[in-house]
């Protein structure tokens, strides 16, 4: 039996719950240590004062808009290997990822060039006040050095995890977030290079990390990445970009909203003081490190779901894909509230872990509340945006991305903030993630009740049934 066969038996008779947890507890552990190393930028930057650590917050956003091209190209990507690998077909796959790839790192380097030589307005674009602005510059030029390193990155990762291959991919980031928290650390607590040495550490921890996952990809995809494999095709550009449109959608609002709030924090706040300004947005800097560490949980189980969905929907194996939906649906519940409620419990010391000015404090301990009672709603709508996506139901999946962050977030701050001031950009955000899980609940059950309950069975067709030929194409690929 060759890695094809092996893989196919793997993905569409491995037990779901099993086959679920294996490849989500990687993608969790991943998440949840890219998360860590972002609060340990906080955290380090915090000692060095609020306005540099209003910075982190800026930057943020910048991370969320380069991370959105890179969702976009990686999940478009891997939908579409899983899909090949399901017909048995690596040669195909192997262009998808080719494509995507060498794509990816061109953007990258375009955004490069066009963020160094805007530096200025772009840090004022993105919220960034003028006390902030010297800091955010610092840390930026690093972050904007290390884009094309961070899109090539998250396409490997994502496409190691739609191959079920999710430990590698789990072994790339881990090992550059562990490096980024060890570097800001020495940088910042020894060298004395403040802001400019946590940015230099987030930039060459994301090029080893790019460094081990080009390896690791080399070493244990069935898929090959090379030059010979671009595809000269459109359409399969168009399938890419078409089926990762929820991913852009979902991580680009993500920036635009975390802008708005940063503009928003920063013109309630000024109205009382230049102080609280700085204040309002550190405060809403905090509370988002924590609130997506919880929401990396119910991110990393739901990213288990995706290669299980989408190469048993390709296999006519429905009855499986309903039940890893379900599977992912309760443990992301389970993990979450685990996480939240102690938060929920003592909101204020876990903000004073990253700042304990006092007035950064009073405006962050009830939107810390806040928050964590949202998180309850996360896992109605995250597993079932994940699904739709690896189903390539894009149309759905973009739809519901659009939900949180943009449909519903926006007009909500808005009117919060017209109303209630900071106390409505407090709200703004869970109020968005409670709506959005109540629209998700009925779209969940027609998903459920609509799909069909039984697996069907294969029957072998030209391009997916096993010859000789074609397994010495699959070697050769």
């Not at 903000?351 to 009672?373: G, H, K, W």
Request: glycine content about 8%; proline content about 4%.
């Amino acid at each position: 039996m060759n890695t094809t066969e092996i893989y196919y038996k793997k993905m569409t008779e491995t037990p779901v719950a099993k086959l679920v947890i294996r490849l989500g507890i990687p993608t969790t552990v991943s998440m949840l240590i890219t998360s860590i190393y972002n609060m340990a930028d906080t955290y380090f930057v915090g000692t060095l004062g609020k306005s540099a650590q209003g910075a982190i917050g800026i930057l943020f956003t910048l991370q969320s808009i380069i991370q959105a091209v890179a969702f976009m190209l990686g999940h478009g990507s891997g939908t579409y290997v899983s899909k090949e690998l399901a017909n048995k077909d690596v040669k195909k796959a192997s262009a998808y990822v080719s494509s995507a790839f060498f794509l990816g790192g061109a953007i990258g380097l375009l955004f490069t060039a066009v963020g160094l030589l805007t530096l200025s307005p772009l840090m004022k674009l993105l919220g960034s006040t003028d006390t902030i602005l010297p800091y955010a510059k610092q840390y930026g030029m690093w972050v904007l050095i290390a884009c094309p390193f961070m899109i090539c990155s998250l396409i490997l990762n994502n496409n190691l995890r739609y191959e079920g291959k999710a430990l590698y991919a789990m072994i790339g980031l881990v090992s550059g977030g562990i490096l980024n928290m060890g570097m800001d650390f020495v940088f910042i607590r020894y060298c004395n290079l403040g802001v400019f040495g946590a940015g230099m550490a987030t930039a060459i921890s994301q090029i080893i990390s790019f460094t081990i996952l080009l390896i690791l990809y080399f070493k244990a995809a069935q898929s090959k990445i090379s030059f010979r494999n671009i595809s000269k095709q459109f359409k399969l550009y168009l399938e890419i970009f078409r089926n990762g449109l929820p991913s852009l959608i979902r991580q680009g609002l993500n920036s635009i909203s975390s802008g708005l709030l940063n503009k928003l924090a920063g013109s309630y706040g000024g109205q009382i003081s230049a102080e609280m300004a700085d204040a309002a947005i550190d405060a809403m800097t905090v509370v988002n490190r924590i609130s997506n560490f919880v929401m990396c949980v119910g991110m990393g189980i739901s990213q288990g779901l995706q290669p299980v969905a989408s190469f048993n929907y390709q296999a006519k194996k429905y009855a499986r894909v309903k039940k890893a939906l379900l599977v992912t649906i309760f443990i992301t519940w389970g993990c979450i509230l685990v996480l939240a409620i102690p938060v929920a419990c003592a909101p204020r010391f876990f903000v004073s872990l990253f700042q304990d000015e006092e007035v950064v404090l009073n405006f962050a301990t009830p939107a810390m509340l806040y928050a964590m009672l949202g998180q309850i709603f996360v896992p109605l709508f995250i597993p079932l945006n994940m699904l739709f996506q690896s189903i390539r139901k894009s149309w759905m999946a973009s739809f519901l991305a659009l939900l949180r962050s943009g449909l519903l977030f926006i007009p909500i701050l808005f009117t919060t903030t017209a109303i209630w001031g900071l106390t409505g950009i407090q709200i703004s955000q869970p109020i968005a993630d409670a709506l959005t899980g109540l629209v998700s609940l009925p779209i969940l059950l027609h998903f459920l009740r609509k799909t069909p309950g039984v697996d069907e069975p294969n029957e072998p067709t030209p391009e997916t049934e096993i010859t000789p030929e074609n397994e010495t194409n699959d070697k050769s690929a």
